[in-house]
């Protein structure tokens, strides 16, 4: 896939997308989420891409903003995202550009993103709701509520403390149900061993980052009886073969990886590996799902919610139905 990259030009703003409710994991808790809109025009056509801020990693709205400064500098050499993965690091504000240069390809050769990427357009997909952390009765009201509209898999923020008491309510008010667990970074290897298997009777499917990420090399030998997810320990396909040694699987965000470009070849990298592999959101909009959303039809778990925790959307955003979201239009993206 190519754009011309001689003429292009790159435009980007700042939004504040505010949520229904505070959602609070074990680190934080936000009532907002911040996106980055990147514009690139040929002078006939405009691709756009969204992204969001890893505080976690450091990013910043000024750290993003002064990357996108230096790729516009250089968008005539970087014009597509095979030279932009080469040129910049993965990150934020080269999802939003890898995948602006992606839409902008669809719209100059009047294909479909499925016809350039080679993949099988699905009209919808089966996701995950997330439960933040909240008072116990309150996350059983709305694992209620979510299995009552036709969600069959809830993923559950947990911290250190009760975690198996928390499941287990939330189990017994949304019963027959797949239940996620992430821990994000909260728990020891101690406490992983003593939750893991009772949190296996209660059909949870898989945990995801149970260790903080400088502990995680614990995870090697240990036989965990529900598999184990990373995600703050993973960002690209270069960190597969380490942690193909620790873990089960990996959860892909675009804002991490850098792109739907990164994104495919994780995929790819980690089937070879025998690993599973997840995509997830993290605040993003619909315009940052579509491209998930392509990700997501090679995925064993997809968990693209984030368009419905916002008060609002974009204009022919994502659509969610019974426990699915449904496939996006070129009107949206790609």
Known sequence: MSTVASSLSLAHFYQEWP??????ISREAQDRSPAHVVHISDG???????????????????SIEATFDAMRQRLAECGTPELLNAAFAAGSARNAVDCALWDLACKQSGKSIWQLTGLQQKPR?????????????????TASSLVASGYRELKIKVNADAAVQTVSAIAAAAPGVHLLVDANEAWTLAQLKEVAEP????????????????????????????????????ATSADLERLSKRYDGVNIKLDK?????????????ARERGLGVMIGCAGATSLGLAPAYVVGTLCDFRDLDSAGLHFDDRSAGMVYTGGDIESFTSNLWG
Not at 45 to 55: D, F, T, V
């Open 19 to 24: 949520m229904r409710k505070v959602f609070r």
């Open 44 to 62: 006939q056509h405009i691709g756009r891409g969204e992204c969001g801020e890893l505080h976690h990693y450091g990013e910043t709205r000024q």
């Open 125 to 141: 997909l089966e996701i995950d709701f997330t439960i933040g952390i909240d008072e116990v009765a309150d996350m059983c009201r």
């Open 199 to 234: 949190l296996r009777q209660l059909n949870v499917v898989m945990i995801e980052q149970p260790l903080h990420r400088r502990d995680d090399h614990q995870l090697e030998g240990f036989d965990s009886p529900i598999p184990l997810y990373a995600d703050e320990s993973f």
């Open 257 to 269: 990886c850098g792109g739907l470009t990164e994104a495919l070849r994780i995929v790819r990298g």
